[in-house]
């Protein structure tokens, strides 16, 4: 049965994340606050003394460290507090404060890269290497890899500035989206009868409802209203595709697809052969489709139908304690210290485990230098929800390997590898889950989840991905994005990716706004590292599964942080991206899977 949400205050404790790790209180909290108040001023007047020599330099170096650290666990804590609850103004402008400071502190130091790149860079790389300033290495050879793209310092100040001024977008998307449209969304019945509020939290689960009804009213009631709001989400995307290029051109990049790669060191080739790859492979992925209406004898197939589990004799259910364990069991191949971590992390409150009234939508592991690795969850007992704790717990490993293995400036991993060790995880945790029974159903449902986790990994997130190359290119090259030509080019995108198994009548019309729910829209070509994550994760599980000796690997990769170009540090995996080979392998284990329930269901 779909649980409604309830509010904040009737959470128990337990359920809860444990914030007094970082701040006893609320108090406490503005107590640094005000202390760090002052770091603005004081890292202003390093101005024109950091390269004076290299002594200097790293006295300047490590008295920013310690200001960045010390703002970004103000930050962590306030950000978290407004998640709780984003209905509760207290959060809200807790955050607000914290971002504020953060935005001084990077317009006090905007002078500092313009000051590092005055110096020739053959007398920088000599510092570096005959120094204590040799520690820096990783992050001083970034700011040179930057020199093309770094403004005077008067510039640099003007973009800091405009950060502030432009963050609004994502904000009030993030207030509209999950404060303002769940408090407008209607009932409906769950598959008991049993009438429910629509909420970001209980949308995936009625939708997997063996009850087609329930979907079919679960999708319009949510799309109905979100239709309803698309004119002014596409205001606000359209706002944050144009900060994106504002930021890209101001920088003098070629567009904002390659600003955003830049700093992964990722060519744009990747990003667009992941799409064309993915295309190459949408048959395999239209044949599960159409077997999926012919198990389920359908005579119609429509999007509400697709993430219904397959077989739907088995009503697995679970509570938050049997994922945990779950999880705990499906890691055990990653050692003892992995493990029993992670175990006492759960024992330990990392965890915000359940939908409340207000509370921030989706799921995701966070944190500081300074704190545990969290996790924000909303947890409602489908099999999806024990993954996407399994998926959260491998993020929050990864971080709580690099912060333990490195030092504060080197401890933070790049985007583009941070999820493999979340869907290593899930991949390990499917694998466990099918050795657990010798029943025939159960093993096709499983095998059907693992489908759909390439579904919604490797082929929505790389829809998505190809979905935001449009929007950008439609701004650069003089369009707008208005709710029209949005809702137009997604379906289109849809119809795409999901093939001649699907009606695409009436009943699915209003799909063409699903883009407006998206919150990693506004993450700036974010979503395709799921994609590639897949593919490393298939790989990297494949073998530890198998024994080949890559844990040694594995964990090494998860303690390095930042410590090296990420694709390097994949290459410690046996997994290299600028090659096809990890798609194609990814692939040819979807194309197994759905040969594997075939088999199973229909011979």
């Not at 900060?243 to 003098?252: C, L, S, T, W």
């Not at 971590?341 to 995701?364: H, M, V």
Request: net charge neutral; with cysteine.
């Amino acid at each position: 049965m779909i649980k409604e949400p309830v509010k904040r205050a009737d959470v128990p404790l337990e359920s809860t994340w444990d914030l007094t790790v970082m701040f006893k209180t609320v108090k406490d909290w503005e107590k640094e606050l005000k202390k760090a108040s002052e770091l603005p001023e004081k890292l202003a007047a390093l101005r024109d003394k950091a390269t004076e020599s290299p002594e200097n330099l790293l006295q300047v170096i490590k008295t920013i460290l310690n200001a960045n650290r010390m703002a970004e666990k103000i930050f962590t804590y306030a950000h978290m507090v407004q998640d709780q609850d984003l209905s509760d103004s207290t959060g809200s402008e807790m955050n607000q404060k914290a971002v504020d400071l953060l935005t001084m502190l990077a317009t006090s130091l905007s002078w500092f890269n313009p000051e590092v790149l005055s110096v020739p860079e053959e007398t920088m790389i000599k510092w570096i290497n005959d120094t204590p300033l040799s520690t820096y290495r990783v992050w001083l050879k970034d700011i040179i890899r930057n020199r093309p793209y770094i403004l005077s310092a008067a510039e640099e100040r003007i973009m800091v500035l405009a950060s502030d001024a432009t963050r609004g977008f994502s904000g009030t998307f993030s207030k509209l989206n999950n404060v303002e449209i769940p408090a407008r969304l209607p009932e409906v019945s769950d598959e008991n009868g049993k009438a429910v509020k629509l909420s970001h939290g209980n949308f995936i689960p009625l939708l997997q409802s063996s009850n087609r009804e329930v979907r079919k009213n679960a999708f319009n009631g949510f799309f109905q209203e979100i239709e309803g709001n698309k004119e002014t989400l596409a205001s606000l995307l359209d706002g944050q595709v144009r900060v994106n290029i504002f930021q890209a051109k101001a920088r003098n990049y070629p567009s904002a697809l390659e600003a955003s790669l830049f700093h992964d060191r990722v060519n744009k080739t990747v990003y667009k052969s992941l799409i064309s790859s993915v295309h190459d492979s949408l048959p395999v992925m239209h044949r599960y489709y159409r077997m999926k209406k012919r198990l389920m004898k359908l005579d119609k197939m429509h999007i509400y139908d697709v993430y219904t589990p397959t077989v739907h004799d088995v009503d697995v259910k679970y509570t938050v304690n049997q994922a945990q364990n779950l999880t705990l069991e499906a890691v055990k191949p990653l050692g003892e210290l992995y493990a029993n971590t992670l175990r006492q992390g759960f024992k330990n409150r990392w965890t915000d485990k359940y939908e409340n009234i207000g509370k921030r939508s989706g799921a995701y592991s966070g944190g500081c230098y300074d704190s545990p690795p969290y996790m924000l969850l909303n947890f409602s007992g489908t099999l999806g929800s024990v993954f996407t704790l399994a998926h959260e717990a491998g993020h929050s490993m990864h971080s709580w390997f690099s912060r333990k293995n490195q030092p504060y400036h080197t401890s933070n991993y790049r985007i583009l590898v941070a999820e493999v060790a979340s869907i290593t995880n899930e991949m390990l945790l499917a694998n466990h889950l099918r050795g657990k029974t010798e029943n025939r159903d159960i093993i096709a449902y499983l095998i059907d989840s693992q489908i759909n986790d390439f579904r919604t990994t490797l082929f929505r997130q790389t829809m998505f991905a190809e979905f935001e190359l449009l929007i950008h290119r439609q701004v650069e090259q003089g369009g707008s994005l208005s709710a029209n030509w949005l809702n137009k080019t997604y379906l289109n995108l849809v119809k795409l990716y999901h093939g001649n198994a699907f009606e695409f009548d009436a009943e699915d019309s209003l799909i063409e706004t699903e883009w407006a729910r998206i919150p990693h829209f506004y993450y700036n070509f974010y979503v395709y590292k799921y994609a590639t994550g897949l593919a490393s994760a298939a790989s990297i599980s494949s073998r530890i599964l198998n024994g080949d000796g890559v844990i040694e690997g594995y964990l090494n990769f998860l303690s390095s942080g930042g410590s090296k170009p990420p694709l390097e540090l994949l290459k410690k995996t046996g997994v290299d991206l600028e090659t096809p080979v990890p798609v194609e392998d990814a692939m040819k284990k979807l194309s197994d899977l759905v040969t594997d329930l075939e088999n199973l269901l229909e011979k």
